[in-house]
């Protein structure tokens, strides 16, 4: 295919057009890859630290009803669904931890240790002691590491937790610290225990569920209302400043996208005007010696297809330098606690070098047609020169 | 006596604008295979433009070309497209070979616009380089040779797919004296011995005396012609040699 030839030997002799052409799709690629890395690490970060960090579902009594009374065979319906890796009925209260003169306000929950771990990943965030400990004791309690420090009380050492006019001494079996504001006032108790303080009896006041796709929550949650009284939320529900977030950062990416492929495509395709403005009395002559107007369409199309793997993998490459020495040097951005980021973090993934290639050939392809169209309806006898009018 | 290969019967063309300007004015004219002919006139006459019509570069404004019996005036842009790479080769004033390719390539290129093979073109393209006596520089670049070493591999490209007639364009109008009197030897010698037609436009007449035919055309009428006679040249009409260029 003679086309294929002028193609191959238009980008070989032309180095600084091939080369212009390569750098500017390379660096479109780049950017892009970065953006996407930068992307899906804001939002596994916003995951991480939020939607993972939080029951994906929350059970809430009935209506007019302040505790869920049913929470075993609730609970036993809540884990049948599928896509369910764990459910903790918790008892949620308010109250009061003292030690020695020092009072501090506090929000505890009681729970059973084994189905708490499997909801809230609580022993990865535990710095001192072992948060199964509670099974054993149920007047050990763990507290969040800065309450502690606020009361002043040490791993071992007793206090009292209040609620109302009630008042159990609770012994501190270990320290959790999760990185947010709630360690300043949590305490994890046996349910039992917490059952006992707020004397409520075998009642729990919700139910927490975690999915293994945290995207599926408002569907179950919809199913759920449906099919019982309870009042069952989603995490999009109790955090619709993250979900919307979330969902704005897509969009406003998506833009971000179409702007550098505009960008990049109108440049790539002033680059291919000119080649084709300096190409046109040798346009002229193939279309003397018989090629066709497709012929010649053909030709820049060609070009513009076998630039685009090399310009793929370079902006691929490109892209994935660039992520790891942003990776050498984690930058601190406070953001504000709600939406939990608090690093600049980059994750590439492997899809994201097979988007990069698409793109460049998506970029140059287009990019060329309108030159290519251009170069094959040149009139000959204009393109080969004055010589011949 | 040969048959005709080009009928040209009442050609017009009118380049419309502002002020219409008619190029060419009914002309008239038949060649026949195996003719070496030379179309002069001043500059402005419309001997390019005559040539882009049989080179079926361009299409007239009214009137019939008929290239071995067919109209090709009618036929359509693809059609053109195919009957300039069999029919016709061209050689212009500069020799417009494609630079990032040897002269061999250059001559195989209409071959394989036409789908030839690439060993048969090549095969074809080194015994006319051999003709025109380049044999020893089939892998040369444009570049790397000189003006009438060019000039002879456009004349090599012309003539690689044996087209019924070759067209040139002031094919000497770039080239010193004792390179243009070469390309002129070739073309006569190419012309006897394959009986190729060829069709040269030319302003200078030195170049023209060395042809068979001389058609003279002035302000996009043809107004005279002269046939070869031995060493002369008879008119048929009153030419006035040497106004032309």
């Known amino acids: 295919m003679f086309e294929m030839d002028v193609a191959w030997r238009h980008i070989v002799s032309n180095r600084r057009g091939t080369a212009f052409t390569l750098i500017s799709v390379a660096i479109a690629v780049g950017v892009i890859i970065m953006s996407l890395g930068l992307t899906e690490g804001t939002k596994q970060q916003i995951i991480e630290n939020t939607v993972e960090k939080n029951p994906h579902l929350i ?3 009935k209506e007019g009803e302040n505790y869920i009374y049913l929470y075993r065979s609730l609970s036993g319906l809540a884990a049948a669904y599928p896509g369910v890796k764990a459910v903790s009925p918790r008892l949620v209260g308010q109250g009061a931890a003292r030690f020695r003169e020092r009072v501090e306000g506090v929000e505890f929950i009681g729970m059973r240790p084994d189905q708490e771990d499997l909801l809230m990943a609580v022993q990865d965030d535990m710095i001192y002691g072992s948060f199964s400990d509670l099974q054993y004791s149920r007047h050990s309690a763990v507290l969040g590491a800065a309450l502690a420090g606020n009361l002043g009380v040490r791993p071992g050492g007793e206090f009292y937790l209040s609620q109302k006019n009630r008042s159990v001494k609770m012994k501190v079996a270990g320290l959790v610290s999760k990185g947010t504001s709630r360690e300043s006032t949590l305490v994890y108790l046996p349910l039992e225990t917490a059952q006992s303080l707020s004397g409520a009896g075998d009642v729990v006041s919700e139910i927490g569920v975690k999915l293994s796709d945290y995207s599926a929550a408002p569907e179950m949650a919809a199913d759920l209302n449906l099919n019982t009284r309870y009042k069952v939320t989603s995490w999009q529900d109790f955090n619709r400043e993250i979900a919307r977030f979330v969902g704005t950062q897509s969009r406003i990416n998506d833009i971000f996208y179409a702007l550098i492929f505009l960008i990049s495509g109108f440049v790539i395709a002033n680059t291919t005007v000119m080649i084709v403005t300096r190409r046109t009395r040798e346009i002229g002559i193939l279309m003397a010696m018989g090629a066709r107007r497709r012929s010649i369409l053909k030709i820049f199309l060609i070009e513009s297809l076998l630039l685009s793997p090399p310009a793929g993998v370079m902006g691929a490459l490109i892209g994935f330098v660039f992520a790891q020495i942003v990776a050498l040097y984690p930058l601190d951005v406070s953001t504000g606690s709600t939406s939990g980021v608090t690093r600049l973090m980059l994750v590439i993934n492997p899809e994201f070098f097979i988007y990069a290639i698409l793109f460049a050939l998506g970029l140059n392809v287009i990019s060329g047609i309108y030159p290519a169209y251009v170069a094959a309806r040149l009139d000959p006898v204009q393109a080969i020169g004055s010589e011949m009018g | 006596m040969a048959e005709d290969i080009i009928v040209i019967r009442d050609l017009m063309k009118i380049y419309r604008g502002g002020v219409d300007v008619v190029a060419l004015d009914n002309i008239n004219l038949n060649i026949e295979a195996g003719e070496f002919l030379a179309i002069v006139g001043p500059s402005g006459s419309g001997k390019s433009t005559l040539l882009n019509m049989i080179g079926l570069l361009d299409t007239p404004s009214s009137g019939t070309i008929l290239l071995k019996g067919t ?7 693809n059609e053109r497209a195919r009957i300039r790479n069999k029919e016709l080769g061209f050689v212009f004033q500069y ?3 494609i630079p990032e390719f040897t002269a061999l390539e250059n001559v195989m290129m209409p071959m394989l ?7 048969e073109a ?3 393209a080194a015994e006319l380089l051999d003709q025109v006596g380049l044999s020893d520089r089939v892998n040369n670049k444009p570049n790397q040779l000189s003006g009438g070493q060019n000039q002879r591999v456009a004349v090599a490209r012309a003539l690689v797919n044996r087209p019924s007639m070759v067209i040139g364009d002031e094919l000497t109008g770039n080239l010193d004296t004792k390179s243009s009197n070469r390309i002129y030897e070739l ?15 030319t302003h200078d007449m030195h170049m023209a005396e060395k042809t068979d035919r001389i058609i003279r055309i002035v302000d996009g009428k043809v107004v005279c012609e002269m046939n070869r006679d031995g060493e002369t040249f008879v008119s048929n009409d009153a030419c006035s040699v040497g106004e032309d260029g």
Do not use: C, W, Y
Request: no cysteine.
């Open chain 1, 59 to 61: 059970i809430s009594p």
């Open chain 2, 71 to 77: 109209d090709v005036t009618k036929v359509t842009p």
């Open chain 2, 95 to 97: 020799h417009h070979l």
């Open chain 2, 113 to 119: 616009i036409a789908g030839t093979r690439k060993e």
């Open chain 2, 122 to 124: 090549s095969g074809r």
């Open chain 2, 187 to 201: 073309l006569r010698d190419l012309n006897r011995k394959m009986n190729q037609t060829f069709i040269l436009v």
